[in-house]
Structures are given as C-alpha cells and as structure tokens.
C-alpha cells in the first residue's frame, strides 16, 4: 500500500537553529500538507500545498516557516530559526484532491528544540 | 468556527467490551468526518469517513461510527474490543473544498486491560 515517508523520524536541535523535515508524499497526490501536534494537546494545520504554492496557511505558519517542494518528489517543511515552542511531532500528509478529501499521514517527525 | 470536540481524553475498557468514543463537531457547511488512530510511534491511519449517505459507515478492524446531524455527533464504535486497539483516536471533521485543511479533536486515548 503506498504510504507517506518522512524523514527524520526524530530531530534534536539548539533554539536559533534552522531545521528541514523531509516528507516523500503519494507518488500521484496532487495535494501536501504539514500538521503538528504538541505534545498532549491536539493535531494542528499548517499548511496545505497545491501546484507549487501555498494554497492555505494557518496563523501558526507564521514567517518563520517555509515550504518547498524542490524536485517533484519530496515536500519539505523548513523552521528558519526554532524556538522552544516548535518542539512537537510533525506530520505530513498528502491527497489526490479528486472528490473526497481523504488525507494520507506520514507517520511523523518528532522535533524537539533545546 | 469550526471545531471538533472529544470529550473524553482517556477511556479504559477490558477486552471484549464494548466501545463508544464520542465526538461532536460544530462546522458551518455539511461536513466530511473522519475517525483517525495513532498507534505508538505510527502515523495517522485512517479508520472510515463519512462523506454522505447512510449514516452508519463502517471502517476497519471492526470499527464503525454513526453520523447524526440533530446531534452534531460522530461517535465511533466497535462492539469487541481487542487488546491491539488500543491506542489515540482522532476524530476530525474537513471541508467539501479539496485542498481545505482539517480540523482535529484532542484525541481520546484508548487503554485495553486483560
């Protein structure tokens, strides 16, 4: 069954360091995303990807956030300079965009920021 | 404003017991639900969804769950519960809109005793 891979699974940096989170969606969904979830407390949108552009963002993705899908296959989520409060699991998903909008988690990227 | 509330933050049950975990959802449009299940260390797997139709759907591993729009409930069932269930359960409700995000409830987390 094709699934969504991310890298690293888990990421331990300095608060000031910038960090990439790898995703490698469904090889024929059209549509990306980037959630988090804080420990304990619930799965949060950040982003949602769509024909090389950000077609919705949340208020959390502020600038300090990019994303970039560099060479048709991996969808990367960047973290300019982190802070303690970036620490979370990270998850990417993806979906075809035809109808229903089933989404496909990764099975995430734990970040913690020291 | 939309949003998905689980009432219930940790449900213990023994094993062959029955199981409801509840989920109200508050959504301007007709939604789409969703029940979602993170095991340790996994991702987000994807139980069964409600698009329209009969409002009893029926998911995997035994799981089912009935929409009921009086109540703006999504409550998911399973009539025997086994040990390998348990596990965080998700409840998140999206728009009709491809490429709309999301919206996740705080999750239950589902304890099995012997």
């Known amino acids: 069954e094709p699934e969504v891979t991310q890298t690293p699974s888990h990421q331990v940096t300095q608060m000031g360091q910038e960090v990439i989170l790898r995703c490698v969606p469904i090889?024929?969904?059209?549509?990306f995303y980037w959630y988090r979830q804080i420990l304990g407390q619930k799965v949060e949108f950040l982003v949602s990807?769509?024909?090389?552009?950000?077609?919705?963002k949340s208020e959390i993705f502020d600038d300090q956030f990019s994303v970039e899908r560099p060479d048709g296959s991996n969808f990367t989520l960047k973290i300019r300079s982190t802070k303690l409060e970036d620490s979370a699991m990270y998850f990417c998903?993806?979906?075809?965009?035809?109808?229903?909008?089933?989404?496909?988690f990764g099975a995430g990227s734990r970040l913690t920021v020291l | 404003a939309q949003s998905v509330t689980q009432p219930d933050i940790h449900i213990t049950v023994s094993e062959g017991a029955s199981l409801e975990l509840r989920c109200n959802y508050s959504?301007?449009?007709?939604?789409?639900l969703f029940w979602y299940v993170q095991s340790p260390g996994q991702g987000l797997q994807l139980l069964l969804k409600?698009?329209?139709?009969?409002?009893l759907v029926q998911g995997i591993k035994g799981f089912e769950a009935e929409f009921k729009r009086s109540q703006s409930s999504f409550n998911l069932r399973k009539p025997s519960v086994h040990w390998s269930d348990a596990a965080e359960y998700f409840c998140?409700?999206?728009?009709?809109?491809?490429?709309?995000?999301?919206?996740f409830g705080t999750g239950t987390s589902l304890t099995v005793i012997p």
């Open positions: 998903a993806s979906t075809t965009g035809a109808g229903a909008n089933v989404l496909t």
């Open positions: 090889s024929n969904h059209l549509y």
């Open positions: 990807f769509y024909n090389n552009e950000i077609s919705e």
């Open positions: 959504y301007g449009a007709t939604p789409y």
């Open positions: 409600y698009f329209s139709g009969d409002t």
């Open positions: 998140a409700v999206g728009a009709r809109n491809t490429g709309n995000q999301f919206y």
